[in-house]
């Protein structure tokens, strides 16, 4: 399986970003820095067994 890039808003700015996404692991948390603003993104990325990706972005401070 191989990294698949996923776009998404940052929920500070609202620029588009995207992010390299690691199909071995079914469920993932973590931070991201935005490019633009350099707040801290909290990503939630689900893969199911068809390695569709579903990716959540919220602000860190919620």
Do not use: N, W
Request: aromatic letters at 4%.
């Amino acid at each position: 399986m191989q990294q698949s890039e996923q776009r998404f808003r940052c929920p500070y700015c609202g620029e588009r970003i995207s992010v390299l996404v690691d199909p071995s692991e079914e469920s993932q948390d973590y931070i991201e820095d935005c490019e633009v603003c350099c707040r801290p993104i909290s990503l939630h990325v689900e893969i199911d067994s068809d390695e569709h990706v579903r990716l959540v972005a919220r602000r860190g401070d919620d």
